[in-house]
C-alpha cells in the first residue's frame, strides 16, 4: 500500500525494483514546499514531455497536495494505491508521482522507445501487394492490423504472459464472423499457460497447439498484416505477442504452406499454377534424394538405359554406397544453410556460395561423390525454398525417405509416403480437421485450396470455419 510519507514510498519502490539502476528516483520541490517525487524506468519515457508537461506545471502552479488534476492536462492520468500494479505499469513505460501527503499514487504513460521501421518481411516477399511487415511492438501492430480492418467489430483482447517476463499479448477477432468454438479454446489454453517467460510467439505456438510432438505446426505464424486481415475476414483468431514481428493465427490447414498472399492479388490462372509449382516442389524436396538412392541401390531396372550407363560411369571409384552418398551431401546441404542463416549476411552469402561450388566440384574431383549426386541435392534444395513455411517438416521427412529407400527400396518409400500423408490428415486444429478442405473434402473449400478459382465465386465462408455468418459477399456472378 501507498504511504502519506514520500520518504516510505521511496524505500518501497526501491525495494520492489532491488535497486537497480535503471530506476529513476527524481524528487523535487514546488514554489509552494509541495514535495512529490517522479519514478520511471531509464529509457522506457519520453523526457521531453515529462519535463515540459509534468515537472515545469508541478512546481510552478502547484497549490495543494489535491490539486494535481487541476494543473496536469494528460489523458492517460491515473490513481493507483497498488505497489505491484505500479511496479507493473513502470515497466510498460509509465510514470509514477507520488505527493508528499496523499496516501496514493498517480500513473502517467509516456512510454517511447526506439522501434524498427517497418519494412518488408524478408521470408514473404512479394511482388504485387502491401510490402509492410510487422515489427517488435504490439501496439504498431495492432495499429497496421486496425488500418486494414477499419470496423468496430474487430476486438482485441489483452493478457499477459510470463511470471517474470510479464509479455502482453493480443486475441484478435472479428466478432460476428469469428468461429466461436475455436475462440472459446484458444481462451482456455492460453489461459492454463503458467510460466516464467515468454520471450517469442514460438513460445505459445509450443504451449497451445494439439500436436506438440508432430513434425508439422498445426499453428500458423505470418509477419504480413493482409494475411492476418485475410484470415480473420474468414472467421479465425489472430494471437499478437509482444517482442516479436510473428503473429499467429488460428486455425491452420495443410494447404496454407502451398499459398500466399500474392495468389490472391494476381490473375486465378496464375496463382493456380503457382500452387501446382509449389506442390510438385514439395514432393520433388522430400523424395528425390530418397527416389534417387532406392533406384541406384534396388531398381537399376527402372532406370533408361542410356542413363543408367552415364550414372555407373560417374559414380565410378566412388568409395561410398548411395545412401551413405545422399545422405552425407543432404547432411552438407543443412550445415550449409544453418551457417549462411547464421553469419553476419554478407559474410553469409559468402559462404553459401563457396559452400555449395567450391565444396560440391571438389567433392566430384575427388571423387567421393557422383555428380549427379550433387545434381540432385541442389535440386533438392532449390525445391525446398519454394515452400519455406514447411523447412522443417521436409528436412526430417527426407532423411527418413532415403534411409527408407537406401535400405528397402521403392516398397518402403511408398509406405512411408503413405504414413506420412495419413499422420497429416489424421491432425487437427483447435477441432478443425488439418487436411480441410481435402480431407474431409469441402465443396466450398476446395475453391481456395490448390486450384484458386475466381474471387467473385467466393460467395460463402467454408462451413467449417464458421456456420453462422457464412455469407462474404453478393452473387455477381461472372462479369
Not at 101 to 128: C, F, M, Q
Not at 425 to 447: E, H, R, T
Request: hydrophobic share 45%; aromatic share 8%; charged share 20%.
Amino acid at each position: 500500500m501507498i504511504s502519506k510519507k514520500l520518504h516510505i514510498n521511496k524505500e518501497k519502490i526501491i525495494k520492489t525494483f532491488h535497486n537497480t539502476s535503471d530506476l529513476i528516483v527524481y524528487e523535487l520541490e514546488t514554489e509552494n514546499n509541495i514535495k512529490a517525487m517522479i519514478c520511471y524506468i531509464e529509457g522506457f519515457i519520453d523526457k521531453n514531455i515529462l519535463d515540459r508537461d509534468i515537472v515545469k506545471p508541478i512546481i510552478l502552479n502547484l497549490n495543494t497536495s489535491k490539486d494535481l488534476e487541476k494543473i496536469l492536462y494528460v489523458s492517460s492520468m491515473k490513481k493507483e494505491i497498488d505497489l505491484e500494479e505500479i511496479a507493473n505499469k513502470l515497466n510498460y513505460g509509465s510514470i509514477a508521482l507520488f505527493i508528499d501527503g496523499i496516501n496514493y499514487s498517480y500513473t502517467i504513460n509516456l512510454n517511447k522507445w526506439d522501434k524498427r521501421n517497418i519494412e518488408e518481411p524478408e521470408a514473404e516477399a512479394v511482388v504485387r501487394g502491401p510490402k509492410e511487415g510487422f515489427i517488435e511492438d504490439i501496439l504498431v501492430n495492432k495499429v497496421m492490423l486496425r488500418r486494414r480492418i477499419r470496423n468496430s467489430n474487430l476486438v482485441f483482447e489483452d493478457k499477459t504472459l510470463g511470471k517474470q517476463t510479464k509479455t502482453q499479448i493480443s486475441i484478435a477477432y472479428i466478432n460476428g464472423i469469428v468461429n466461436e468454438d475455436v475462440l472459446n479454446e484458444v481462451k482456455s489454453r492460453i489461459g492454463k499457460i503458467d510460466i516464467d517467460g515468454v520471450l517469442e510467439s514460438g513460445y505459445i505456438q509450443q504451449l497451445i497447439e494439439n500436436n506438440p510432438t508432430s513434425f508439422i505446426s498445426t499453428i500458423s505464424d505470418t509477419q504480413k498484416p493482409d494475411v492476418v486481415a485475410g484470415k480473420l475476414l474468414e472467421g479465425r483468431v489472430a494471437i499478437f505477442c509482444d517482442g516479436t514481428p510473428h503473429v499467429l493465427t488460428i486455425p491452420k490447414f495443410f494447404v496454407e504452406n502451398l499459398q500466399t498472399s500474392e495468389d490472391y492479388y494476381t490473375r486465378p490462372y496464375f496463382a493456380t499454377f503457382l500452387r501446382g509449382l509449389r506442390v510438385f516442389s514439395l514432393f520433388l524436396s522430400i523424395v528425390l534424394p530418397g527416389l534417387y538412392v532406392a533406384l541406384q541401390t534396388f531398381h537399376q531396372e527402372m532406370i533408361p538405359t542410356v542413363l543408367l550407363i552415364t550414372m555407373a560411369g560417374a559414380r565410378e571409384g566412388v568409395p561410398f554406397p548411395a545412401i551413405v552418398e545422399a545422405f552425407l551431401m543432404t547432411l552438407m546441404l543443412e550445415l550449409i544453410k544453418e551457417s549462411g542463416i547464421r553469419l553476419p549476411r554478407a559474410v553469409g552469402s559468402a559462404v553459401s556460395i563457396v559452400g555449395a561450388l567450391v565444396l560440391g566440384q571438389a567433392a566430384v574431383e575427388a571423387g567421393i561423390v557422383s555428380a549427379p549426386m550433387v545434381i540432385v541435392v541442389a535440386a533438392t534444395a532449390i525445391a525446398e525454398f519454394a515452400v519455406p513455411s514447411l523447412t522443417e517438416a521436409v528436412v526430417i521427412y527426407r532423411f527418413i525417405l532415403i534411409l527408407l529407400g537406401g535400405f528397402m527400396g521403392l516398397y518402403a518409400m511408398i509406405c512411408g509416403l503413405v504414413i506420412i500423408i495419413v499422420q497429416i490428415i489424421s491432425l487437427d486444429s483447435f477441432g478443425i480437421p488439418y487436411g480441410f478442405p481435402l480431407a474431409p473434402v469441402n465443396k466450398q473449400g476446395l475453391k481456395d485450396s490448390i486450384i484458386r478459382f475466381p474471387l467473385w465465386t467466393f460467395i460463402f465462408r467454408p462451413d467449417t470455419l464458421e456456420k453462422r455468418n457464412r455469407v462474404r459477399q453478393k452473387n455477381i456472378g461472372k462479369k
